[in-house]
Each structure stands twice: as structure tokens, then as C-alpha cells.
């Protein structure tokens, strides 16, 4: 079929658009046609479109540069994404993909109509203007805000489909070029698992598009890679090297995590573009992206090319040109040699060729439309007028700089070669290993060699193979040396016109010369101040200009400039690839559907999902009272300490003493920090000489078994073992003045107060399964706690609801039991305790066992004892008894002047059904505290509420029902 | 802005740590108390530590009535800062929201809101029906895995340029004739007979008899050269920024049951950050479980973010005492003072340290504003707990 795009040129060889199919999208609004194969920057260049979006601080027109996906230039929005690159993005029927930053068109862009970019937004100007008058700064702030950021979020996006794969291999390449290759097949041949990664969506990495070689090399490479022991990972970037050799890498929605024990950085090197008159024009490419463009799509560049170079490659590029049929206006080269082979070609074509010439400015409005060159001198600076060249693209090939980041990140140190204007690593770090270009190897059999030793190498740091001889590596050096330099660092005179280091953000090299007048003299402070290399690219583009620039301008070296920190991702990931699934777990208790199904309203605690009621919480409250009730309390820590160490851990973790408790006894227990500040509460047993069985708070368990561990691991954990029950075991709460009636239907074991008296754990059958009993009480009735293990769960409770039937068993949620343990007056770590409360302020000193040898926090215990706490958790009552404060309102003392001096606060609050009042816990000063009656005032919505204080139990405070 | 001098043999002031707490001091000393023979010493640039690593929140809706006292006038003091410093510092109060998912984290945020607005601070518990308006991209329904209850609604609180803050008083601090040394760093502190002399650095020793330490971060590693042992622990905190979008997210919004918190710059980036991590270590690496983490708890709350990017992760150093509140003002070394344990709450204190600071450093006393922040309190059990406030930097 024939192509109906004029710059679609016949087909190429190695290319890798499907010319026999089309397809179509739409790009700002209109339909265009494209190849399966191409990328959206591919097929808009075929359609002779120049401009992809707007910059974003001056909205000046942008297009194609890299088609590397380096830059932020061809950045497009693609449905409900945002920041696109555009020249990576494979073009898909239908797709939807619109320029970005642009207001209200493309082609009419207000803010860059509005010229703001030339006089009014130099560097830092955001820093020295909007000050005054200082009302008006929010309007000014508004506005800014308005012309900020890229792409547009979509808030219809899913949270889509991500997941993670872990990956683990001796040696992992990263860059599938023929370094890379070359080191794999080494690696592997010495008997190494490797694993290869290659951003492209085939192997061969500049061999698939440069012509540097004939396409047999890159053939030969990948059926040797076929045949040998490596695992290909294409289509895949290496974002990040962390701690250890834990390397991040990601394939579409896949977020690979890779181990490896050596790791070759064969990651090539990036083209940079260099400083001239509007050097953002669309219609300026770097030379390779004109080769991709060429060789992978058949896609021409422009009408007429200037091809601008330093090196071979652009000698290499021109000659593609023309063998493309493409006019070229000229060859302009800024070394005086003229030795390429293809250069009589060239000439021979007609072809302008000028050397000792560099390119000093491009014209145009909105695309280019002619290149200025100048005769240079040995320094670089242009000799004579100029000459104007018309021409519609302008390729250039003038450098590179080698991809070290990753390298940079994973701990190598950059060292800037003079020489050769690039950057190096040196030294780098044990078992990692730098090949090919980015290692400074040019020539296509330097890099095939320089990757080969690196994968012998990193076999040998394996101890799978001996490393090479010294000769050999000596060799190399020498290969290495000998390369042509490949890179100009040479910066052209202004001419009046912007001329951006950092495209990401319009930072020009008159800014980068401000910002350093002004003092940002360290590149670290000039990139925060100037945003060079703070956007997209993350200085990809960027960052060695504004190097070069910037020790220009100090009149120091590069080194001694030294660069800014390199930072994972090197590529920009999707929040939802580093998410993976969404999978937050979710711990409920063997009988969660009962409660679903029996109506209970659930809340979250902690990791758990527990029923706060069944639809009347009074009535639970009530029936706990008067006949009984079982609350499903699964979550408790349930933590099991065995070993005659257990004792002595128990005495060092609590505050309480534990030596002393006899087998089968209970004691309520607090555990504080080294501040003596309560961590967590919960009762302990004794089940056994050796064993030890105890519960802490639902919200705190995690926190306590981590706690716990901490101090088995640091040094307390002799002879003793601590298994965490808390899953193990269900627990229940059987309360109420009916509770033994209804457990003695289910167990033999004597219930009798005598047999079985407050604070003892016994383990007997419950409706024939194997619990732990506890008779303990937090609602202040008599009550039994039943553990069972957990797959009995739902029969054990389902027996306690059958046998309660005829005494009025009914199930109660966490908010009954709040009421229940506030008439009890007993206290909730957590709500009613906070970071600074100790357990003397907290009403618990008689737990506290100073004449311990040694305990957690007893050192700060034993300072509060001297003066007492200042303050003090209370019982209070309101004088007006309807009256309920909410838990969190302030404690107050009024002021003569008015004011309102905080005093203290509440930390529980409920009307008591039982007592028909308004109660709660508080904290007070100690001297109001300690005084029961004394009166004292909560500020509530503006209002002065009167409270009094009352110690003890509000309910039963004898205690007789308890232990009953 | 500020000026590369010689560096003398002898100050009358020397401050460890050119951040915007060290440079604050030195910028009021200058400027309200006339003492300019003062050295801020920094290892490396200016704003290298935490001034430059923190997500640039400012807010004063802490727990405790000292804390909400304090940072209330640093929120004072922000306000009117870009005059102050003729350097717009883009102070931007866009709100601050703490989302509450547990009953539990209502009740702290109503004892927050009480706490605040006795303290005459802006702050109150607003619910689903008022939070839909504030911040129509939260998904307020029952669906998520920890629904939103509440939210503590901070209208003051917002987000800064915290490079800003930074230059605008090391500017006012030269401009005044204070001495900013870059690339200088402090390898000991000199004390004889229970008094601090002068400090070592890797520029040769340099004399003063008083010295402050505003190295959060490294602050218990400086006490330790001067001899004091200080109850600070280290840990690395972490956070990351995403590519510019198009400004959508206006307030800044909080959730400690997800460990998250975002907003989005004046320049369209989201920055986020989570929890310290969770071991001590000086290490300044990135890591990948931190991202991973961060990552799925913020499509937690906006799950809509999938195809938003993250281009670039960093870490800094934290110091935690145990009650998370500063050490501020004298120690038992004389001449010797602090202003460190900045946990996670250092930068948007910054002014008001520097004036508090400054004050302390001219009148030999310790301001009324930091006395409950004085080293002697754990000695004497009278702490100061803000964890509940700390945000989710615990």
C-alpha cells in the first residue's frame, strides 16, 4: 500500500514498523494515520507535525530532540495520562494524544504570545517579586499557580492492574547493547545465572539503528545470546539501584526487584544538545533521534537537514541521509579533519561541507528555518559574519554523555575527563563493573571487547572463572585511549537570543549566569535555585551544559565543580508500578461473617475489623448487667513466653512483679518505656512453671510483640521463647451475673468460686474443645474470657450463644464494653493514656514496684515518686448530669483578664445507662485531681461546662459482683 | 546574596549547621540584638541537611499548649517573612488537613482542635459533608480500606519554598556582617573546666565562648564532641516527588493510619513523604520498600494517581527524643546550647528558633516560649509529648 505521508521514505532495512497494516489516532484533535511499530513521535514526524507541546515556564513550542526518551520536549498528554514520552510510546488504534501546557491551542499559546518569557520570568524572579503589597500575594499566588505543572490528572483513573516479580541472578546486566551482550555472554559462558536488561523492545541497543556496522554484528550477537544460560528482559528499565545490589527495574505494569551478586553497567551513553541562539526550536533533533527516526521508522526528518557534528557519528548520520534520498544543506563540522569515509560520498553529492565550523544560532518563529554557522578559532569562538543556511532541521551530533547515574547512585564517584569532555567513574565500587560507552569505548569493537572483559570480571568477583590476564586488561586500557574524542564542550557567544540549558525548565545560560552573580555559586545551590535538572529528564539533558557553564563562568574545572547528587528513579515510574496491587490486609476473627450476619456495625481497629454494636449499644450495655452478654475480643495480643527465663523477662518488661505469682494466677500488668511512660496493659498468667500466657491491648499488639522482641534480641532473651498466639487463639468474654450458668451447660470443670475464684486461668473443654479460661472482667461482672483455638472459633461461640439462650445471652460490641469498663472506672492505654502519661499520674501505683532491681522506666518512676506526677487520671461526674463532653474537650481555668488556661482534658466520656449520669476519665493537675469533689470547669463549643472529680469505680466499687 | 570570607581565628558566636535554623539565629542575633561577630559553620552548602530534605509544611496545630504556642508564632513569623527577608519565601496557606480513620484518631484530632483554638489557633474537626468540599478528590465513601471518620482542618497551615527560607536569612545575616562558611565542618568542640572554648573544624580552630549546635540530624554527634550525651535517636526519612501536573490537589492532606502525606508544589509536583524508618542509621540512601510503601498508601487515598510518575526519591536525617519535642537552649557545658531534636518538625519552627535563639544567646535566659524545651526536662520528668501531633513522622 502506498504511504500517503510525504516524509514516510521507502522501506529500510532494520526497520521495525508493519507497513503492510494502519492504523490511526488522533493527536490535538485530529486524525492521524500511523504503522503498527510506530512510536507517537513517529508517526506525528511523518505527518510532518513539528510541535508536540509547550515548555514549561515560557509555553515556547516544543518537539521531538532526543527520541530517546531523555528529555521533557515531546512530553503529550495520552488520554488520561499525563507527561507522555511521546517518542517511546507505541501508537495504538484510537488513541487519544494531546499536547500538553498549551492554553487555549497549540498554536496560540497566551502565555508565550504574551512574550512573559523574554523580560519578565528571569531566574528566580518568583523569589523577588509578588512581595508587595503582601494582601495581594494569595491573587498573585493563584495565577502562578494557574500557568504550573505538565500533563493533566485524570481523576477517573483506576488504580489498574500492577503487580511485582522478583527476580535473582548472579550477574545482571543492564543495557542490551553490544557491550552489554558481549559482558552477558561472558558472564554466562564462565557459568554465571545472568540476567539482561535492555530498555528496547529488541536487543542490540545502537546497533538497530546506527549504521555503523553492518547488521550481521547485532545478529550474531543475539543467537549467541539465544543458546546460552541468560535471561532476556526487554521493554525494561532499570530505575534504581539500592542498598546491596537490589536493583528496581520495570516492564510496563510489571515492577521487577532484582537480586544480583555482580552487576555490569553497560547502560551506553545519552546524546546531549549543545548551547546556541533558540536551540529549543522544533525542528532541531539530536543525530540519533534522527537515526531512529530514519532506520527504525523510515520516517525523514525534514525537507532539508544540517547535520552539525564533533564527531563520526554525524559523519555516519549524513551518510544515511543521503542515502535516504534526503537533501542535506550541509555538513558542518567543527574539528578541520576531514577523514570519514563517507566525506568523498558526500562531497561528491555536492553536499556543503564545512570544517573548522560550528553552529551558532538557528532562526525561526516556530520551527526552524535556517541554521547561522561561523568559521570558529582554536578556542571555539566564531571568526567573521556568519553564514545563514536555510534548511527545516537541524541534527546534531556533538556529544555524549556516558549514562552513569545508576552507577552514581549505587555508590562511583564521577570524574570529569578533560580530554575528553565526558564524565567517568572511578573508583568504582567492588562487584560492579562500568562497559562500553558508557565506560568510554566508542568504536563498535572496543565496546564488544570492553564488555566482554567486564563480564569475565564480574565472573571472576563470583570466583566462577580467573579474572583476565593483566595483559589483556592492559590492552584494553590502551584500545581505550587511542579512541577519538567524541564530544565538543565548546559554548558558542550569545547573540541576544535564549538559549536554554535545561529544557525541563526554560532555564537559560543568562540565568545560570545570574544565579551564580548572585552567590548560588555551588551547583548544588544553583540547581535548587535556577530548577536546572529538577524537572523530567532529571538533568539527563542538562546537567553536564550547566556543568560546563558553570566552571566557565568560576573559571574552575569541571571536577572541581564537582555535580549534583544522582538520584533513583533514573526513569520516572508510575506510582501504581511501585504500588503493585492494592492489598492492604484486613485481619478479622474466625466469627466475622456471624457478626455480619447478626446485623453488627463494624469498625476498624488497627489492622482488625471488629463490631462496634449490633444496633443498640444501650441495650447490650444493659443486658450485660442485668443477664449476660460475650463480646468477641479475638484481637488481643495474646503473646506465650516459655522457658524459666520468662520471669525474669516478665520482672524487666512490666512495672509489676511476676516471680512471685503462683501457677494458674492472673495478674493485671503495665509495661512502660524507658520514660516510664505507659506503653501497654493487659493480664498475664501463670499456666505453667515454665509457661507464661499473656494479653495485651487489641490496637498495641503489634507494637508490644515488636517491643518485646527488641528486648529478647538485645540481650534479655535467655532461656526464654515468645510465640505469638494472637491468630492462634479466638478469644470471647462471656459477662454478666448468668455468665457461669451459661458456661457450666458446656464444661465439666467445677465453676465454683472456690474451684475457680476472680484472677485464675484454667484450661478445661469448652463444648468439647481444648480452651484457656480466664475468669477476669473488664465490664466489672462476673465473666469469663475463653480462648480457643482459632478453627473452633465459630462452634465454641456459637455453643455459648445456644446454652445462653434461656438466661438472655446476647452478643456485645466495643462500644458497650467502653461504657461497661468506664462505669469500672478502668482506664484504655491509648485513649485515655497518651505519650507523656507515667503509670503514678495514671492511677496504677500500686503496680509500680520500685524495689524491683531493674525494670523498664524505673529509673524515671523513681524521679516522678519524688515529687508525685503533675498530673492525674480521674474519675468525674458532671453537675449537670445530661451533659456529655466530648472525649478530647479541654480541662480550663479562667483568667481574671478572661482568658482560658489549659488544665487538663478529657479522655473518656459516656452517658452511663446503668447509672443514668454523665461519667468519664480526665486528667487534672494533681493537687485538683487528688481532691474528690473538687470541682472544675470543661470548655465545650464556646460554653463552660461544671465537672467533679470522683476516684474509683463509679459502679459496684466493692467489686462484690466481680467475684461474685 | 552572601559572600565568601576569611575565615577568622576567633567569633564571639559560633553556630554548627547553615540551615534555615542556624541562619535564622544568626539572622536575628544581627538584627535585634546587634551581635554580628557570629560564624555559621556548614559542612557543606547551605540547606544541605533537612532545611533542603523536609516537604516544606508549615502548620502550628500540635498537640500540646507549649507546642501549639511555640509553632504558632513560627507560623506568625512565616507570615511575614517574605517582607522581613525582601525574598519571597512563597509562604502558600492552602490548608492543612489530618485525616482521621479510626475513632481513636477522631478523638486526638478533636483534643488537637480544642487545644488549638483555646490557643487561638485556626483549627477545627471537620467531617465527610464539609470535607467533600475542601478536598473533593478524597474518596470519602465507605470503600476504602480505612474510611475517612474525620479530619482535623488547619486553614493557616501550608507549604513553603524551603530553599527560600534558607537564602532570604543567610542574605539578612551577611548583609548584617555575619560570616557564612560553606565547606566547613566542625570536628570538635573544644570545653576546658566545664566551658566551651572554640571548635575544631576541617578549616583549622576557631574561638568562641558560645557555640551553638543547630545540626538536627548529626545534633546528638555534635553533643557528643562537647561531651554530652543526649537522649536523641537517628533515623533516616524519606520522600519523593512526582513529575509537574497541571495544579488539581489544592490543600495539603495528612493521613497517619496510611503514613502519607501529599501536596503539590507551586510548581505542579506532588511531594510526599511517609514515616521515619523504622531503625536508626545515619544513612542518607533511598530505598526501594520506601517508594513501594509510599506509593500504595497515596493511591490509598487517591487511587486516580496510578499514571502519575515519580521522578525522584531522597532521604534525610531525623533525630527523635522520646517525647518528640525539641532540646532547646543551655546544657551543663557552659556557652554551650542546642537547638536540635528536630525530629520531624524542625523546618517549620525555623524562624521562631532563630529568634528564640537569638534572644537565649544575647540575654543569657531562656525565652519563656522554649523553657519547656530546655535539655533539664528529662531530668526533671516534665516532657512534653507531641507524638500525637508529630504528624506521621512516628
Known amino acids: 500500500m502506498s504511504d500517503p505521508t510525504p516524509t514516510r521514505l521507502p522501506e529500510r532495512p532494520g526497520e521495525i514498523i508493519d507497513r503492510t497494516r494502519q492504523v490511526s489516532f488522533t493527536f490535538n484533535g485530529e486524525i492521524y494515520p500511523a504503522h503498527p511499530g510506530d512510536t507517537i513521535a513517529s508517526a506525528l514526524s511523518a505527518a510532518g507535525v513539528r510541535t508536540f507541546s509547550r515548555s514549561f515556564k515560557y509555553h515556547r513550542p516544543r518537539g521531538l530532540l532526543c527520541g530517546a526518551g531523555h528529555c521533557p520536549n515531546c512530553l503529550v498528554q495520552v488520554g488520561d495520562e499525563p507527561n507522555v514520552r511521546s517518542c517511546q510510546r507505541a501508537v495504538e488504534q484510537d488513541m487519544d494524544v494531546n499536547p500538553q501546557n498549551a492554553w487555549p491551542s497549540l498554536d496560540q499559546d497566551v502565555m508565550s504570545l504574551a512574550g512573559l518569557g523574554d523580560r519578565f520570568m528571569p531566574v528566580g524572579f518568583y523569589y523577588k517579586t509578588f512581595m508587595k503589597p503582601s494582601q495581594l500575594w494569595p491573587h498573585y499566588e493563584q495565577a502562578l499557580r494557574n500557568a504550573a505543572g505538565l500533563g493533566v490528572v485524570d481523576q477517573g483513573t483506576p488504580w489498574g492492574a500492577y503487580d511485582k516479580q522478583y527476580l535473582h541472578g548472579d550477574v545482571a546486566v543492564i543495557g542490551g547493547g553490544p557491550s552489554g551482550i558481549s559482558a552477558a555472554l561472558e558472564a554466562a559462558e564462565a557459568g554465571a545465572n545472568v540476567l539482561l536488561f535492555d530498555n528496547g523492545p529488541q536487543l542490540g541497543g545502537h546497533l538497530r539503528w546506527r549504521s555503523d556496522s553492518d547488521d550481521t554484528s547485532r545478529k550474531d550477537l543475539l543467537e549467541k545470546v539465544q543458546s546460552a544460560r541468560i535471561e532476556v528482559y526487554t521493554d525494561t528499565d532499570v530505575l534504581g539501584w539500592y542498598q546491596d545490589n537490589w536493583l528496581a527495574a520495570v516492564r510496563g505494569d510489571r515492577l521487577f526487584k532484582a537480586r544480583a551478586k555482580a552487576i555490569v553497567f553497560a547502560t551506553g551513553t545519552i546524546e546531549v544538545p549543545t548551547l546556541f541562539d533558540n536551540n529549543d526550536l522544533p525542528g532541531i533533533l539530536l543525530g540519533s533521534a534522527v537515526q531512529r527516526l530514519l532506520n527504525l521508522y523510515g520516517v525523514a526528518p525534514g525537507r532539508r537537514v544540517v547535520v552539525v557534528t564533533a564527531n563520526r557519528h554525524g559523519w555516519d548520520l549524513a551518510a544515511d541521509l543521503l542515502a535516504a534520498g534526503v537533501e542535506l544543506a550541509a555538513i558542518v563540522d567543527e574539528r578541520r579533519t576531514r577523514d570519514h569515509p563517507a566525506s568523498v560520498d558526500l562531497a561528491a553529492a555536492g553536499v556543503p561541507i564545512y570544517n573548522g565550523s560550528a553552529l551558532t544560532g538557528a532562526r525561526g518563529r516556530k520551527a526552524v528555518s535556517a541554521a547561522v554557522i561561523s568559521e570558529i578559532d582554536d578556542s571555539g569562538n566564531p571568526i567573521g559574519p556568519g553564514r545563514v543556511l536555510s534548511c527545516d532541521t537541524i541534527a546534531l551530533s556533538t556529544g555524549w554523555e556516558p549514562a552513569l547515574d545508576l552507577l552514581y547512585t549505587a555508590g562511583g564517584k564521577s570524574v570529569y575527563q578533560e580530554n575528553r569532555a565526558e564524565m567517568s567513574v572511578d573508583p568504582v565500587p567492588d562487584g560492579l563493573y562500568v562497559a562500553g560507552s558508557a565506560n568510554g569505548a566508542d568504536l563498535l569493537q572496543a565496546r564488544v571487547e570492553d564488555g566482554r572483559v567486564a563480564g569475565r570480571l564480574a565472573a571472576a568477583h563470583l570466583e566462577l572463572t580467573e579474572p583476565p590476564p593483566q595483559q589483556e586488561l592492559d590492552k584494553l586500557a590502551l584500545e581505550l585511549s587511542k579512541e577519538e574524542r567524541r564530544t565538543s564542550d565548546r559554548i558558542s557567544a550569545p547573540d541576544g537570543k535564549k538559549r536554554f540549558v535545561c529544557f525541563c525548565e526554560d532555564v537559560t545560560d543568562v540565568d545560570v549566569d545570574t544565579a551564580i552573580a548572585e552567590g548560588y555559586d555551588s551547583v548544588e545551590l544553583l540547581k535548587r535555585y535556577s530548577t536546572i535538572s529538577m524537572g523530567p529528564c532529571q538533568g539527563k539533558m542538562c546537567s553536564v551544559n550547566a556543568l560546563r557553564l558553570c566552571s566557565r563562568i568560576k573559571g574552575q574545572s569541571v571536577q572541581e565543580t564537582g555535580r549534583t547528587t544522582s538520584r533513583p528513579p533514573t526513569t520516572p515510574v508510575y506510582l501504581g508500578v511501585l504500588a503493585g496491587q492494592n492489598m492492604e490486609p484486613v485481619q478479622v476473627s474466625s466469627i466475622h461473617d456471624w457478626h455480619l450476619d447478626r446485623g453488627a456495625s463494624m469498625m476498624v481497629a488497627g489492622l482488625w475489623l471488629r463490631p462496634e454494636h449490633y444496633g443498640d449499644a444501650t441495650a447490650e450495655v444493659n443486658n450485660v448487667r442485668n443477664r449476660v452478654g460475650l463480646i468477641d475480643v479475638s484481637p488481643l495480643g495474646k503473646f506465650q513466653l516459655t522457658g524459666p527465663g520468662a520471669p525474669d523477662l516478665l520482672e524487666r518488661l512490666y512495672i509489676n512483679q511476676w516471680r512471685n505469682l503462683r501457677k494458674g494466677r492472673v495478674r493485671y500488668g503495665v509495661m512502660c518505656n524507658d520514660e516510664g511512660v505507659v506503653l501497654d496493659d493487659g493480664v498475664c498468667a501463670r499456666v505453667d512453671d515454665d509457661t507464661w500466657y499473656l494479653s495485651t491491648t487489641s490496637t498495641g499488639a503489634g507494637t508490644a510483640f515488636q517491643w518485646i522482641q527488641w528486648w529478647l534480641q538485645s540481650g534479655w532473651g535467655g532461656n526464654v521463647h515468645l510465640t505469638d498466639m494472637t491468630e492462634i487463639y479466638s478469644a470471647f468474654n462471656l459477662a454478666g451475673p448468668h455468665s457461669r450458668e451459661v458456661l457450666r451447660k458446656l464444661t465439666k470443670r467445677d465453676l465454683g468460686n472456690k474451684a475457680f475464684p476472680y484472677m485464675r486461668i484454667r484450661r478445661t473443654r469448652v463444648a468439647g474443645v481444648s480452651c484457656r479460661v480466664w475468669r477476669i472482667g473488664f465490664t466489672g461482672e462476673l465473666s469469663y474470657e475463653i480462648h480457643v483455638p482459632s478453627s473452633a472459633g465459630l462452634h465454641v461461640w456459637e455453643a455459648l450463644m445456644e446454652a445462653g439462650g434461656e438466661f438472655g445471652i446476647a452478643p456485645f460490641g466495643v462500644e458497650a464494653q467502653r461504657v461497661l469498663r468506664l462505669e469500672k472506672g478502668h482506664l484504655i492505654v491509648g485513649q485515655d493514656t497518651d505519650a507523656m502519661s507515667d503509670p503514678l499520674g495514671a492511677d496504677m501505683a500500686w503496680a509500680v514496684k520500685l524495689e524491683k532491681p531493674d525494670f523498664l522506666g524505673k529509673r524515671s518512676l523513681e524521679r516522678i515518686s519524688v515529687d508525685g506526677p503533675h498530673q492525674r487520671l480521674v474519675g468525674f461526674e458532671m453537675t449537670r448530669k445530661h451533659i456529655v463532653p466530648e472525649e478530647g474537650l479541654q480541662i480550663v481555668k479562667p483568667q481574671e483578664n478572661g482568658k482560658l488556661n489549659i488544665i487538663g482534658w478529657i479522655s473518656s466520656s459516656r452517658f452511663s445507662p446503668t447509672l443514668k449520669k454523665s461519667i468519664g476519665l480526665c486528667w487534672l493537675p494533681s493537687d485538683i485531681g487528688s481532691e474528690p469533689g473538687a470541682t472544675f470547669t470543661i470548655y465545650q463549643d464556646g460554653r463552660l461546662e461544671e465537672a467533679r472529680v470522683h476516684h474509683g469505680p463509679f459502679f459496684d466499687p466493692g467489686g462484690e459482683r466481680l467475684k461474685s | ?394
Open chain 2, 1 to 394: 546574596m552572601w559572600h565568601d570570607r576569611p575565615l577568622k581565628d576567633g567569633y564571639d558566636v559560633v553556630i554548627i549547621g547553615g540551615g534555615a535554623h542556624g541562619l535564622a539565629c544568626a539572622h536575628y542575633l544581627a538584627k535585634e540584638h546587634g551581635v554580628t561577630d557570629v560564624a555559621v559553620l556548614d559542612k557543606s552548602y547551605i540547606g544541605s541537611g533537612g532545611s533542603g530534605r523536609n516537604t516544606a509544611i508549615v502548620r502550628s496545630n500540635y498537640l500540646t499548649p507549649e507546642g501549639v504556642r511555640f509553632y504558632d508564632e513560627s507560623v506568625k513569623l512565616y507570615e511575614q517573612l517574605a517582607a522581613e527577608l525582601e525574598f519571597n519565601v512563597m509562604f502558600s496557606q492552602r490548608g492543612h488537613l489530618t485525616l482521621a480513620h479510626t475513632d481513636g484518631a477522631v478523638r486526638t484530632m478533636r483534643r488537637r482542635a480544642e487545644v488549638n483554638r483555646l490557643q487561638g489557633v485556626d483549627s477545627r474537626l471537620v467531617f465527610p459533608d464539609e470535607l467533600a468540599h475542601i478536598c473533593p478528590q478524597l474518596d470519602l465513601s465507605e470503600h476504602p480500606r480505612y474510611p475517612i471518620m474525620a479530619a482535623l482542618y488547619h486553614p493557616p497551615g501550608g507549604i513553603i519554598r524551603h530553599d527560600a527560607v534558607v537564602w532570604g536569612f543567610a542574605n539578612h545575616a551577611d548583609r548584617r556582617g555575619v560570616h557564612i562558611h560553606q565547606q566547613t565542618e566542625v570536628t570538635g568542640v573544644d570545653v576546658r573546666d566545664g566551658k566551651v572554648r572554640g571548635v575544631e573544624t576541617s578549616r583549622g580552630y576557631v574561638a568562641a565562648e558560645t557555640v551553638l549546635n543547630a545540626t538536627a540530624g548529626w545534633g546528638s554527634t555534635i553533643a557528643a564532641m562537647a561531651g554530652l550525651e543526649l537522649p536523641i535517636a537517628t533515623a533516616p526519612l524519606q520522600a519523593c516527588v512526582t513529575e509537574p501536573l497541571k495544579p488539581f490537589l489544592d490543600v495539603v492532606v495528612v493521613s497517619g493510619s496510611l503514613h502519607v502525606y501529599v501536596s503539590q508544589s507551586s510548581r505542579g509536583e506532588l511531594v510526599m513523604g511517609a514515616s521515619v524508618d523504622p531503625f536508626g542509621s545515619y544513612s542518607m540512601n533511598s530505598s526501594l520498600d520506601f517508594v513501594e510503601g509510599l506509593a500504595g498508601h497515596v493511591l490509598e487515598l487517591f487511587p486516580f494517581l496510578s499514571k502519575v510518575r515519580i521522578l525522584r526519591q531522597w532521604a534525610g536525617l531525623c533525630e527523635m527524643p522520646p517525647d518528640f519535642s525539641p532540646l532547646m537552649g543551655f546544657t551543663p557545658v557552659e556557652g554551650f546550647l542546642l537547638d536540635v531534636g528536630w525530629g520531624t518538625y524542625g523546618f517549620k519552627a525555623s524562624p521562631i528558633c532563630g529568634k528564640t535563639m537569638a534572644e537565649l544567646i544575647a540575654t543569657n535566659t531562656t525565652p519563656d516560649l522554649i523553657y519547656p524545651f530546655r535539655l533539664s526536662r528529662f531530668a526533671e520528668f516534665d516532657l512534653v509529648g507531641e507524638k500525637g501531633a508529630a504528624s506521621v513522622g512516628h
